[in-house]
């Protein structure tokens, strides 16, 4: 497999992928909207590459702008990024996100059918598996009941690949259900960028951490779990990048469809986060205890060993590394792409 389209390729998680994808050989072309990215992450990507990828400002739910795209390209596999992720904005703008997200998807999987495209990675999430009857979470354990409209989206496009594939028995389909990315490339160059006050911890931290934030609200400590505090299974995004070049070459082994926990298999509660941050950049952390948010969950982590059986990975960074080298992103970056 040589070239990728990588939708959402300017974002978080598909910046740190591209990158990836770039140092091992591949060509990338990236269409994003800049709904939630900003073009100076092309800078960034060439500044650690010394490549500039090809990049599209399209909505993918645009059929007509994305045909050209087919038209143009012979695509060997997608990495399907884009998406909308905010959980708060999807219960204020459902409709949004189930034309945005799901909408996203049907287009895609059209133009592979009428383009023959085979082979195609699809980040879904943890909160597909809505709230856990027991951690840490298999591929196999059912999915659904999700409290936002966000996870629903993600269970809707789940179903629709399977819909798919039972249709295009040929094509290989991966999905990749990510625990919490954190953390951010070791050159400081690229990050997570959130829009506004962050609804995610560690961005959250780092912005305490940086005086953008006076002090950082910790969501509950009366959850049952080892200080109260909830625990999530925390992936530095370097990792979960190379998860994605791992399923590509599971893909051409031509398995079908699969699907793909990517996590530490490890749980942190938010305290130990906060800890850790501290201890890894000797920056202390102001907080206060603050209601719970509606919603969460007490635990969720990972059971990863399908992905290391099958695809041969497995999450090799810490949280240490992951507090690290986000609080170097934001403290070089303190606006962010902003200057
Ligand atoms: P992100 O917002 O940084 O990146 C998503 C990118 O998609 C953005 O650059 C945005 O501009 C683009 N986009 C949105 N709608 C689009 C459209 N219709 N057409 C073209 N581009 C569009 O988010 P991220 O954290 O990098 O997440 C990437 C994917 O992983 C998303 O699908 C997200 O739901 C999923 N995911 C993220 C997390 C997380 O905690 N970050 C966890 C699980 C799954
Ligand atoms: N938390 C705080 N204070 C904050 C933000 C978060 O205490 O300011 C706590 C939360 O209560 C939770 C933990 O930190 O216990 C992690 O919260 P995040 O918002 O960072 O992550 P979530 O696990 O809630 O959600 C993430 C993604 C979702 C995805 C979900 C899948 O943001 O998109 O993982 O499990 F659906």
């Known amino acids: 497999m040589k070239t990728i389209l990588v939708t959402g390729?300017?974002?978080?998680?598909?910046?740190?992928?591209?990158?990836?994808l770039i140092e091992n050989n591949y060509e990338v072309i990236i269409v994003d909207n800049l709904s939630n990215s900003k073009l100076e992450v092309l800078n960034r990507i060439e500044k650690i590459t010394g490549k500039k990828p090809v990049f599209y400002q399209i909505s993918v739910q645009n059929k007509d702008e994305m045909r050209q795209i087919f038209e143009k390209y012979h695509i060997d596999?997608?990495?399907?990024?884009a998406g909308l992720k905010s959980v708060k904005e999807s219960v204020e703008k459902p409709?949004?996100?189930?034309?945005?997200?799901v909408g996203s998807s049907k287009v895609l999987l059209e133009l592979?059918?009428?383009?023959?495209?085979?082979?195609?990675?699809?980040?879904?999430?943890?909160?597909?598996?809505?709230v856990p009857k027991r951690v840490p979470l298999y591929e196999d354990d059912p999915i659904g009941g999700c409290t936002n409209p966000y996870g629903q989206t993600k269970v809707d496009i789940e179903i629709l690949l399977n819909e798919y594939y039972k249709t295009h028995k040929d094509s290989n389909i991966a999905i990749l259900r990510y625990f919490n990315p954190i953390g951010a490339h070791s050159s400081g160059l690229i990050g997570e960028d959130p829009q506004g006050v962050p609804n995610n911890l560690m961005p959250y931290i780092t912005q305490v951490a940086v005086g953008r934030?006076?002090?950082?609200?910790?969501?509950?400590?009366d959850y049952k779990t080892v200080d109260g505090t909830g625990v999530r299974d925390y992936i530095h995004v370097v990792d979960l990048a190379s998860g994605h070049?791992?399923?590509l070459k599971k893909l051409e082994e031509k398995p079908g469809l699969v699907i793909y926990n990517l996590g530490t298999g490890k749980g942190t509660s938010v305290l130990e986060l906060v800890h850790a941050f501290e201890k890894a950049n000797k920056i202390k952390i102001p907080y206060v205890i603050a209601p719970r948010r509606p919603g969460d969950v007490d635990e969720n982590y990972a059971n990863c060993d399908k992905a290391w059986k099958e695809m041969g990975w497995k999450a090799k960074l810490d949280i240490v590394d992951a507090c690290r080298d986000s609080w170097r992103w934001q403290s070089k970056n303190p606006n962010g792409y902003d200057k």
């Open 213 to 221: 934030l006076p002090y950082l609200n910790i969501n509950g400590n």
């Open 245 to 247: 070049l791992s399923a």
């Open 9 to 20: 390729g300017t974002g978080y998680i598909g910046s740190h992928t591209v990158v990836s």
């Open 77 to 81: 596999a997608i990495i399907h990024f």
């Open 112 to 130: 592979m059918d009428e383009y023959n495209v085979k082979n195609l990675v699809f980040s879904s999430s943890a909160t597909v598996y809505g």
């Open 95 to 101: 409709d949004l996100y189930f034309s945005n997200n």
